[in-house]
């Protein structure tokens, strides 16, 4: 995990891994996860209750403490995901069922469903809880909080 640009916040055994698309610019420069001004990923975990009060980009190791973690479907910082390969996404599918299968999060949440329709080749695939489990996960795609 060392090059990466912007490592995984994991831990064994957590209640809910978060896996965006890949990170921004602003994030790989700043070096913490969900970093661009504006996106809603912090507000939404505060709101949701999963964190006891809006964590800052700065503190994203702080999720570990709540029983959360944070990776990325493809490791290269791009301004936006339609940069991406359907290549690099097909091998982050890969590497993310490897991560959740070696870390065991009770729950994978994937922010995006355009991303996990074309990396996990689910071209119908609806928002909301999955009928397969990811590396034994119950899986979850939910909104972007980038969009």
């Known amino acids: 995990m060392a090059d990466k640009p912007l490592p995984d916040i994991v831990a064994p055994g957590l209640d809910v891994l978060f896996c965006g698309i890949n990170p921004s610019l602003t994030s790989a420069e700043r070096g913490h996860h969900f970093a661009r001004p504006g996106n809603r990923f912090w507000?939404?975990?505060h709101l949701?209750?999963?964190?006891?009060?809006?964590?800052?980009?700065?503190?994203?190791?702080?999720?570990?403490?709540?029983?959360?973690?944070?990776?990325n479907l493809v490791d290269r910082p791009t301004r936006t995901a339609a940069e991406l390969s359907?290549?690099?996404?097909?091998?982050g599918a890969v590497a993310l069922e490897r991560l959740v299968s070696a870390y065991r999060p009770a729950v994978l949440a994937v922010l995006g469903i355009t991303a996990w329709r074309q990396a996990f080749g689910r071209p119908r695939a609806a928002a909301g809880r999955q009928e397969?489990?990811?590396g034994g996960a119950e899986?979850?795609?939910?909104?972007?909080?980038?969009?």
């Open 48 to 71: 949701a209750g999963l964190t006891p009060r809006r964590l800052r980009p700065e503190e994203d190791r702080e999720l570990l403490r709540y029983g959360l973690g944070v990776t």
């Open 132 to 134: 397969e489990r990811l």
């Open 86 to 91: 359907a290549q690099e996404l097909a091998e």
């Open 139 to 147: 899986t979850w795609v939910v909104p972007n909080p980038a969009a």
């Open 43 to 45: 507000p939404a975990l």
